[in-house]
C-alpha cells in the first residue's frame, strides 16, 4: 500500500530549509508504515475520498511543494490559487503533515462543492484534526483493523496520531471495503469519559471537539474546570441528549458524528 507523507525538510529537521522540496522527500510517496495512529478518519462519501487521495498524491508528486512547520499554510495559499489542484501548483511552498492534510480536504471540498468540507480551517494542527473532520463529515474508526496494518484501509483514508504525525493513503488496501469477521465488537467512539476536575488528553479532545461543532473558545489544556463542566452540559442541550455534564460514549457519539 502506498501513502502521501508530509515528513520533514531537505535536512531533516521541522523548520528551515528553501520552499520547495529539494530532495524529492519533504512530501513523498512511501510504502505504508506504522507511527502508533490512534483513529484513521473516513468520508462516508466515496467521491471525497477519491479525491482526497487524488490530490495527496499530486502534492507528493509535485516537487515545488515542501516541508517546514514555520512556513506551513504557503501551501495552502498556492493551493488555493492554483484552483484547488495540487498538481498545477507553480511557485515554490511548504506544508507540514497536518496543515497539508486540512488544505487538501478543503480544497476537495471547493471542488465537489462540499460546504461542511470548505471550513475545514488550514490552520488545523494533529491535536484536533480529527474533531475538524468529524465535524465535516468524516467518520473517526478505531477499531484495532484498521490501526495496526493497512489490510482494511481505502484509498484516501486518513491515518492519525493525535500526538505526532498524519498521512493519506492513496491506494486501496488488500481488504478495503470488506466487513469485518464476526468477533467481539469494537466501538467506533471508544473516548474516556470527560467530567469535570478530569485531566488528560480525552479533556483536550472534547475542548478541540466543542469548539469545532459549535464555535466555542475553550481553552484546549487538558483540564476539565468549570468552563469545560458548563461545555459538556451545554454541548448536550444543543445535541438533545440527556444534560448529566459528563462527556460519555453517547454524548461523544453525538459530538463527533455527522
Given at each position: ?111 465537489l462543492g462540499d460546504e461542511r468540507l470548505q471550513k475545514v480551517s488550514k490552520d488545523c494542527y494533529t491535536g484536533n ?26 484509498r484516501g483514508a486518513i491515518v492519525l496520531n493525535e500526538k505526532r504525525h498524519v498521512n493519506i493513503q492513496v491506494t ?87
Amino acid at each position: 500500500m502506498t501513502v502521501s507523507n508530509c515528513g520533514s525538510n531537505e535536512f531533516g529537521g521541522i523548520t528551515g530549509g528553501r520552499p520547495g522540496d529539494q530532495t524529492g522527500g519533504e512530501w513523498r510517496l512511501r510504502s505504508w508504515y506504522g507511527f502508533r495512529q490512534n483513529v484513521v478518519l473516513v468520508h462516508p462519501d466515496a467521491r471525497v475520498n477519491a479525491l482526497v487521495a487524488d490530490m495527496a498524491e499530486a502534492a507528493a508528486r509535485n516537487d515545488r511543494v515542501g516541508y517546514c512547520q514555520a512556513h506551513r499554510t504557503t501551501f495552502y495559499e498556492q493551493l488555493k490559487a492554483a484552483g484547488w489542484r495540487p498538481e498545477k501548483i507553480a511557485a515554490d511552498c511548504e506544508a507540514d503533515c497536518s496543515s497539508g492534510t486540512a488544505a487538501i480536504v478543503q480544497g476537495a471540498g471547493h471542488r465537489l462543492g462540499d460546504e461542511r468540507l470548505q471550513k475545514v480551517s488550514k490552520d488545523c494542527y494533529t491535536g484536533n484534526l480529527r474533531a475538524a473532520l468529524v465535524g465535516a463529515g468524516y467518520e473517526a474508526r478505531t477499531e484495532s483493523r484498521f490501526l495496526t496494518g493497512d489490510a482494511y484501509l481505502p484509498r484516501g483514508a486518513i491515518v492519525l496520531n493525535e500526538k505526532r504525525h498524519v498521512n493519506i493513503q492513496v491506494t486501496d488496501g488488500a481488504r478495503a471495503g470488506e466487513p469485518a469477521a464476526p468477533g467481539r465488537g469494537e466501538e467506533v467512539y471508544s473516548f474516556r469519559s470527560v467530567r469535570k476536575g478530569m485531566r488528560g488528553d480525552h479533556v483536550s479532545l472534547f475542548q478541540s471537539a466543542y469548539n469545532e461543532r459549535f464555535g466555542g473558545s475553550l481553552a484546549v489544556d487538558g483540564s476539565a474546570g468549570p468552563a469545560t463542566h458548563a461545555a459538556i452540559g451545554d454541548a448536550q442541550k444543543r445535541l438533545g441528549i440527556a444534560q448529566d455534564y459528563s462527556c460519555g460514549p453517547d454524548t461523544w457519539a453525538h459530538l463527533l458524528g455527522a
